[in-house]
T-cell receptor, first 114, second 112 residues
Framework: ETGVTQSPTHLIKTRGQQVTLRCSSQSGHNTVSWYQQALGQGPQFIFQYYREEENGRGNFPPRFSGLQFPNYSSELNVNALELDDSALYLC?????????????FGSGTQLSVL | DAKTTQPPSMDCAEGRAANLPCNHSTISGNEYVYWYRQIHSQGPQYIIHGLKNNETNEMASLIITEDRKSSTLILPHATLRDTAVYYCIVRSYTGTASKLTFGTGTRLQVTL
């Protein structure tokens, strides 16, 4: 049990729709990162938020966007869904951005785009 | 990004030590080595991390070579519940964000 909770656990959308995924960080953690994991692959870094500001992004288009709230909970928004967006979306929180801060992952949201 | 290389799969008998190797020859001086594991589409579980000294916690030991180009994760007494995909990761910065760059990992199968 990591204390990181994600909702919903499963979601089905159709191509072109928009989706919002939610994450509640572990208590005391001010940094949240989002990862996308396609079937059979390792997770891929989408972006990181630190104190409500995006401070780093992986190789994902602008239709992937996020928010971090004052209580450090977070949202991942994906617009204009494509079939290849079908994946497990993982949220991870940490006490800071430094490379020696442990990341704790939630159980993920399984998104299927039809 | 520093790349890691792991064997795609390994077997281990229950009760024996599981030694999972990892190569990270391009690691930079201030980059940490992390190990996570993932069981059947659950979120990755943190195991251990280190910079240059060997580390041990309640789950595992991490042995990092002196030149830091490789490391070994040791599960001292493997159980069936340790069957999972194990990821060796070099944590790096992209801008001011720190990220984990996952590879394809090692699928560890623990057998009776």
């Amino acid at each position: 049990e990591t204390g990181v909770t994600q909702s919903p656990t499963h979601l089905i959308k159709t191509r072109g729709q928009q989706v919002t995924l939610r994450c509640s960080s572990q208590s005391g953690h001010n940094t949240v990162s989002w990862y996308q994991q396609a079937l059979g692959q390792g997770p891929q870094f989408i972006f990181q938020y630190y104190r409500e500001e995006e401070n780093g992004r992986g190789n994902f288009p602008p239709r992937f966007s996020g928010l971090q709230f004052p209580n450090y909970s977070s949202e991942l928004n994906v617009n204009a869904l494509e079939l290849d967006d079908s994946a497990l979306y993982l949220c991870a929180s940490s006490q800071g951005r430094a490379t020696n801060e442990k990341l704790f992952f939630g159980s993920g949201t399984q998104l299927s785009v039809l | 990004d520093a790349k890691t290389t792991q064997p795609p799969s390994m077997d281990c008998a229950e009760g024996r030590a599981a030694n999972l190797p990892c190569n990270h020859s391009t690691i930079s001086g201030n980059e940490y080595v992390y190990w996570y594991r993932q069981i059947h589409s659950q979120g990755p579980q943190y195991i251990i991390h280190g910079l240059k000294n060997n580390e041990t916690n309640e789950m595992a030991s991490l042995i990092i070579t002196e030149d830091r180009k490789s490391s070994t994760l040791i599960l001292p007494h493997a159980t069936l519940r340790d069957t999972a995909v194990y990821y060796c990761i070099v944590r790096s910065y992209t801008g001011t964000a720190s990220k984990l760059t996952f590879g394809t990992g090692t699928r560890l199968q623990v057998t009776l």
